[in-house]
Nanobody, 124 residues
């Protein structure tokens, strides 16, 4: 089954950094069209960044701390998170779904083939 695999999460203290990875399994990832999302317990997934046709967008809530990068040769997209806050604690996912910037948020089309995600826990 074609799926993206997220990794790089963990337990980190407030103020720390993490780099999450999103790698394709079984197919070539179009690194020009990938979204990063997170899900808090009991809530719907929210978009945090979106690469659409090669342009990167960020939700206003994270734009000063989150940075996306791509390595097409490795079929991988990365999400660098700096100055982590306890409120960033969530499961982070990536998906090759259509997304865009919508008035401060990242809107995205329905997607059903989510991977396992990677847990990010920010705590002292």
């Amino acid at each position: 089954q074609l799926q993206l695999v997220e990794s790089g999460g963990g337990l980190v203290q407030p103020g720390g950094s993490l780099r999450l990875s999103c790698a394709a399994s079984g197919f070539t990832l179009d690194t020009n069209n990938v979204g990063w999302f997170r899900q808090f317990p009991g809530q719907e997934r929210e978009g945090v960044s979106c690469i659409r046709d090669g342009t990167t967008y960020y939700a206003d809530s994270v734009k000063d701390r989150f940075t996306v990068s791509r390595d097409s040769a490795k079929n991988t997209v990365y999400l660098q998170i700096n100055r982590l806050e306890p409120e960033d604690t969530a499961v982070y996912y990536c998906a090759p779904t259509q997304c865009t910037y919508c008035s401060g948020y990242i809107c995205y089309e329905s997607y059903y083939n989510w991977g396992q995600g990677t847990q990010v826990t920010v705590s002292s």
